[in-house]
């Protein structure tokens, strides 16, 4: 008889009546196995109507003579049916256990927001996220009931906690949920109901100039205390006291009051190296910063006027993460200029025949193995086109030469040879002992 109007009911309705009477969920976890149904309402409103409508079939006595256990179930936690119960005479005593599903979690919904709230009182943010850790028995209750009653219309257990407390947190914030890029992640984890606070990265893109030798782009620490400080680097953990990193990041950590910088750079130059023309593009990583909203420009000035007579920043703005991989994606060919030896073993090398060498490099696709001046590097044979090339200077003891060449390429050993490393280069077309003595990048061919 039970089961004959049980099957008046819609398929929906009696799922939901089988699923309260075998696991007694509170509101929320019963609206939320029809979650994707009747947009625009929360799941525990969802939750009432379902149970308003068994009660609404309860009054048409489709429950009420068989089973009125049923009927009391189903007008529990909603006020309608509250109501209707005591009209019958029945009292509609409150659970005395907590739902099936969440054993009452969604009571802390307005802790867990207070509490991100104070954890982040100090940092500036636009934008955050919500995530939730489940504990593995609630990630099996859930799926049990999938499992059993199906999951058709249903929404997760953490994409409804992510959402209700994200919207309490919302109202308490001058900042947004944002999905793809958050500023802020707050974790909450269910198993210890501790909060996770990670505040993502901000970037900022740039392009730089060295104008001067022995300056290395990142910070060099010492290979015998790896930064501690020892005899060797004289306790200063570090083998160059400057460096385009440090000179660039030192001002923006103060200003976001960032935890540490991270420089990510479109190829590097040697330290002993000048970086000219347009400049190197690069993007710095500001990580935990705990301001967002800084002046820029006003920081690449104070760059500029402090150090612009070694390293000069142009450009600097704000930037996302992708621009990292698109400079390092990007492999723009550089333009260099070099200075050779023009009399090797007094041996005196003529315009004509430097010309005729570089022409011969030109459009040419050479093999480089690793140089010997970097060994420490894993043995590879790189394939590396030289685009253009010419000369531009000449004195009684050396040329000066412009070469192109396609990224990557080790532009010191195209002209040395490197003891054969470097097939070909201008020392083998020349039959000569050419060395670099000085080298200078004068483009980096990468469009903004």
């Excluded at 040879?417 to 050419?434: C, F, R, V």
Aim: include cysteine.
């Amino acid at each position: 008889m039970e089961n004959d109007k049980k099957n008046d009911l819609s398929r929906p309705a009696r799922k939901a009546l089988d699923i309260l009477i075998d696991k007694q969920l509170c509101n929320h976890c019963l609206g939320r196995q029809y979650g994707l149904l009747l947009s625009g309402l929360d799941n525990k409103t969802r939750g009432k109507i379902l149970r308003n409508y068994l009660m609404m079939h309860g009054d048409l006595k489709l429950m009420e003579n068989d089973n009125p256990e049923i009927l009391t179930l189903t007008g529990k936690n909603t006020e309608i049916g509250e109501k209707s119960l005591k009209r019958r005479g029945i009292d509609p005593k409150p659970d005395k256990h907590d739902c099936w599903l969440c054993s009452g979690l969604f009571k802390n919904l307005d802790r867990y927001a207070d509490e991100i709230k104070e954890k982040t009182s100090d940092i500036e943010f636009n934008t955050f996220l919500v995530g939730t850790k489940l504990t593995p028995k609630l990630i099996q209750k859930e799926e049990t009931i999938w499992t059993e009653y199906g999951a058709d219309y249903a929404e997760s257990l953490k994409s409804e906690i992510n959402r209700e407390v994200g919207k309490r947190f919302e109202k308490q914030v001058d900042a947004v949920v944002e999905f793809e890029t958050p500023d802020l992640v707050a974790i909450i984890n269910l198993k210890d109901s501790s909060i996770e606070i990670n505040n993502n990265p901000i970037f900022f893109y740039g392009r730089y100039r060295k104008h001067v030798r022995g300056i290395p782009q990142t910070e060099w620490y010492c290979p015998v205390c790896r930064g501690e400080g020892c005899m060797r680097c004289d306790g200063e953990g570090r083998l160059y006291e400057e460096s385009i990193e440090k000179t660039i990041s030192k001002p923006l950590l103060r200003e976001t009051e960032g935890k540490t910088a991270v420089f990510h750079g479109a190829g590097r130059e040697d330290v002993d190296v000048k970086m000219l023309g347009n400049g190197r593009p690069f993007v710095i990583e500001i990580k935990e910063p705990k301001n967002r909203e800084i002046d820029h420009q006003e920081i690449m000035e104070e760059i500029n006027n402090k150090h612009g007579d070694k390293i000069e920043v142009k450009k600097l703005q704000p930037t996302n993460r992708n621009k990292i991989e698109e400079i390092k994606e990007a492999r723009a060919p550089k333009t260099y200029r070099a200075k050779i030896n023009a009399k090797p073993n007094e041996n005196q090398i003529t315009q004509e025949q430097l010309m005729k060498a570089l022409k011969q490099l030109e459009g040419k696709t050479i093999e480089q193995e690793t140089p010997r001046r970097i060994s420490r590097r894993p043995e590879k044979t790189r394939k590396r086109k030289i685009l253009e090339t010419d000369i531009l200077d000449k004195t009684n003891e050396h040329y000066i030469i412009k070469i192109k060449t396609e990224a990557g390429a080790y532009v010191k050993e195209i002209i040395s040879g490197d003891n054969g490393k470097t097939k070909p280069s201008l020392a083998e077309l020349l039959n000569k002992d050419i060395k670099c003595l000085e080298l200078d990048v004068l483009n980096v061919h990468y469009t903004e």
